[in-house]
T-cell receptor
Framework: KAGVTQTPRYLIKTRGQQVTLSCSPI?????VSWYQQTPGQGLQFLFE???????NKGNFPGRFSGRQFSNSRSEMNVSTLELGDSALYLC??????????????FGPGTRLTVL | GENVEQHPSTLSVQEGDSAVIKCTYS??????FPWYKQELGKRPQLIID?????GEKKDQRIAVTLNKTAKHFSLHITETQPEDSAVYFC??????????FGTGTSLTVIP
């Protein structure tokens, strides 16, 4: 089974631009979560999508948005980029389950640099 | 919301010694506590997890303990090896698939 994939792997943008990141979950996984990883801050939760609906949202400004398609692929958009948005953006997928304990499988991440 | 604190931020041990990483959480509703290992330049990978109805879980050289009353859980690695060198993250989750991560512990095992 193929793992979680993310594209692109690296991005360089300038302040004020916008960017779209893509995540393809493991086949059969319907939940996709997005995280921002920066040195010293660990992984900070952005949002989670399940069956094309945003189910959970972290404490990030409205410049950060996302969506999920019917095939469970997800995109994350950041508008009006700021220098502080430079980070590794990770997505993680998990399969639907009656259990509340759903292991998350991470993608390789997209390294975003804002100049 | 949930707040997860992780200590220490860096840890160096001699090969063969044990390493312990501790996390505390604030939300008593959290009921699932995974630990992830992230090697340099790689994605985080689950190494062990524990559910709130269990106090301890062991998998070879790795063990996790949970104290629900005190709201803390710990990762124990015995007989450390150089390949254990990585950043380790703890996390807490409640029913809802929203995970809160600690800030990570950079473990270095000195040969």
């Amino acid at each position: 089974k193929a793992g979680v994939t993310q594209t692109p792997r690296y991005l360089i943008k300038t302040r004020g631009q916008q960017v779209t990141l893509s995540c393809s979950p493991i086949s059969g996984h319907r939940s996709v979560s997005w995280y921002q990883q920066t040195p010293g801050q660990g992984l900070q939760f952005l949002f989670e999508y399940f069956s094309e609906t945003q189910r959970n949202k972290g404490n990030f400004p409205g410049r950060f948005s996302g969506r999920q398609f019917s095939n469970s692929r997800s995109e994350m958009n950041v508008s009006t980029l700021e220098l502080g948005d430079s980070a590794l953006y990770l997505c993680a997928s998990s399969r639907p389950s009656l259990s509340s304990y759903n292991e998350q499988f991470f993608g390789p991440g997209t390294r975003l640099t804002v100049l | 919301g949930e707040n997860v604190e992780q200590h220490p931020s860096t840890l160096s041990v001699q090969e063969g010694d044990s390493a312990v990483i501790k996390c505390t959480y604030s939300d008593s509703a959290s009921n699932y506590f995974p630990w992830y290992k992230q090697e340099l330049g790689k994605r985080p990978q689950l190494i062990i997890d524990i559910r709130s109805n269990v106090g301890e879980k062991k998998d070879q050289r790795i063990a996790v303990t949970l104290n629900k009353t005190a709201k803390h859980f710990s990762l124990h690695i015995t007989e450390t090896q150089p390949e254990d060198s990585a950043v380790y993250f703890c996390a807490a989750s409640n029913t809802g698939n929203q995970f809160y991560f600690g800030t990570g512990t950079s473990l270095t095992v000195i040969p």
